[in-house]
């Protein structure tokens, strides 16, 4: 038992690599999950498996998250999506990213990939951190952005937006709402 555990976290260390490369993988899998596109869940199940299921492996000591912890992701948004997240501020509405979230620990890192749109600032807070993301810098090909994968499924509320003066870009300041998981630890 032992020996499988041992083998299993080698082939999710393998897994995050190969997500982590600039290849049509991690396009094709949060496509795939975004668009919840069935047809594609019989090749890619298993591969998504492995990558949701190393964040909780036993043996992944270097990719554990602190119960609190600040990230950034930028990303290009619509006109449209900016005016939906703005007008949630101060509402219930609760939102989810249904793909894998390719997050950095380092607000440089994250503006690079804003196209001068969007910046999100991540809140995770108490088990929001433990239970929903992990650490892969170490793994990936990319050491130097500081990654942190969250978890398909994750869900938001959106608590305030500042605009920069000088670029206009949006800057989200989100919170991490925990899993249904998290209360079972």
Not at 3 to 14: C, N, S, V
Not at 46 to 65: A, D, E, I, M, V
Not at 146 to 175: A, N, S, W
Request: aromatic content about 12%; overall charge positive.
């Amino acid at each position: 038992k032992v020996q499988y555990a041992k083998k299993l976290f080698i082939i999710q260390e393998l897994c995050i690599k190969l997500y982590t490369q600039d290849l049509f993988l991690f396009r094709i899998v949060n496509e795939t999950l975004r668009d919840n596109n069935r047809n594609k869940f019989e090749t890619l199940g298993p591969f998504c498996f492995l990558l949701y299921t190393y964040s909780h492996s036993p043996n992944n000591k270097q990719g554990k998250l602190p119960k609190q912890i600040t990230l950034y992701r930028g990303e290009p948004l619509t006109p449209e999506v900016i005016e939906l997240y703005k007008s949630s501020i101060g509402s219930d509405i609760i939102w989810k990213w249904s793909q894998f979230v390719s997050t950095s620990k380092k607000r440089k890192t994250a503006e690079l990939f804003t196209n001068g749109n969007s910046l999100y600032v991540i809140e995770m807070k108490k088990r929001s951190a433990s239970d929903q993301g992990v650490y892969i810098a170490k793994l990936s090909q990319f050491a130097i952005e500081e990654e942190v994968l969250l978890r398909p499924g994750i869900r938001f509320k959106i608590i305030k937006v500042e605009e920069e003066l000088e670029t206009k870009m949006q800057i989200f300041y989100i919170d991490i709402i925990p899993s249904f998981m998290s209360g079972l630890n």
